[in-house]
T-cell receptor, first 113, second 114 residues
């Protein structure tokens, strides 16, 4: 049973527009959430995180929103750039001890020039 | 600052053999994590080492094992290799747990079983 879901395998967005990547989770004990970006032949690169005490965290063009009641988080990229084309993974962990991140299956973002 | 380094980049083995994958964490990181990414699947947690001890393991058989050395580098050993072990194995490191800390990944070892 997938605890972290990314229901859109792929997403295409025009350059300069907003990209919204979604992630849902089922484990209400998750309290730390992260987004990673992965290019082919490279390891995932940490993008941004949010703890459950917040509902929004922003870092430059990247903003993560957390809706705990809906068990949903999203990553907004504004404006989208062709270099943002990659696979994006959502990850979650439970508690302060034992950071066994549970990863979603990923969403492939294509930013079209 | 050097990132997480993994070796080898590629490894080709045959069924029944044993494979050893290596990982050097970012300086100052004491926790090392191993993940398996099979083709078309997400990252599956394998093992977590901290201060030389195995702290947790994912839902993998005992033939997946490893260790962490005093310098915090780590090895992942896979015994009695099976075809389905073909995957990208990713190592990540982080500062000590107890705080919400992101994990930083290496570029992985691609293990191919023939």
């Amino acid at each position: 049973d997938q605890q972290v879901k990314q229901n859109s395998p792929s997403l295409s967005v025009q350059e300069g527009r907003i990209s919204i990547l979604n992630c849902d989770y089922t484990n209400s004990m998750f309290d730390y959430f992260l987004w990673y970006k992965k290019y082919p032949a490279e390891g995932p690169t940490f993008l941004i995180s949010i703890s459950s005490i917040k509902d929004k965290n922003e870092d430059g063009r990247f903003t993560v929103f957390l809706n705990k009641s809906a068990k949903h988080l999203s990553l907004h990229i504004v404006p989208s750039q062709p270099g943002d084309s990659a696979v994006y993974f959502c990850a979650a962990s439970e508690g302060n001890y034992g950071q066994n991140f549970v990863f979603g299956p990923g969403t492939r973002l294509s930013v079209l020039p | 600052e050097a990132g997480v380094t993994q070796s080898p980049t590629h490894l080709i083995k045959t069924r029944g053999q044993q494979a050893t994958l290596r990982c050097s964490p970012i300086s100052g990181h004491t926790s090392v994590y191993w993940y398996q990414q099979a083709l078309g699947l997400g990252l599956q947690f394998l093992l977590w080492y901290d201060e030389g001890e195995e702290r947790n393991r994912g839902n993998f058989p005992p033939r997946f094992s490893g260790r962490q050395f005093p310098n915090y580098s780590s090895e992942l050993n896979v015994n009695a290799l099976e075809l389905e072990d073909s995957a990208l194995y990713l190592c990540a490191s982080s500062f000590p747990t107890g705080h919400n800390q992101p994990q930083h990944f290496g570029d992985g070892t691609r293990l191919s079983i023939l």
